[in-house]
């Protein structure tokens, strides 16, 4: 069973940065990628992005390319996110998942294992 860790939210102004981690419990051998969702209060979850543990091939959001990046420490299990430049439309919260599956990243039906999520709040 793999357990998913987010840490890294919280309060931020508007233009400010954050870092999100999301350890794994065990070397995700299983799984061929990690992925970010976020999912704002009476919207659907979002794809925000993505990354394979093998070649570190990322995918992102169109709408958030640019200023969201996507990394990976495989020696730690850990994944991260690193959001500039941050709106008040980020404000949400911030899943992280884990999926035996390669393609089709931005489905959430897509992963096995999720996180229990980090609040992102992006103050105006």
């Known amino acids: 069973q793999v357990q998913l860790v987010e840490s890294g939210g919280g309060l931020v102004q508007a233009g400010g940065s954050l870092r999100l981690s999301c350890t794994a419990s065990?070397?995700?051998?299983?799984?061929?990628?990690m992925g970010w969702f976020r999912q704002a209060p009476g919207k659907e979850r979002e794809f925000v992005a993505a990354i394979t543990w093998t070649g570190g091939n990322t995918y992102y959001a169109d709408s958030l390319k640019g200023r969201f990046t996507v990394s990976a420490d495989n020696a730690k299990n850990t994944v991260y996110l690193q959001m500039n430049s941050l709106k008040p439309e980020d404000t949400a919260v911030y899943y992280c998942?884990?999926?035996?599956?390669?393609?089709?990243?931005?489905?959430?039906?897509?992963?096995?294992?999720w996180g229990q999520g980090t609040q992102v709040t992006v103050s105006s």
């Open positions: 998942a884990a999926t035996y599956d390669s393609g089709n990243y931005d489905d959430p039906w897509n992963y096995d294992y």
């Open positions: 065990e070397r995700t051998f299983s799984s061929y990628a």
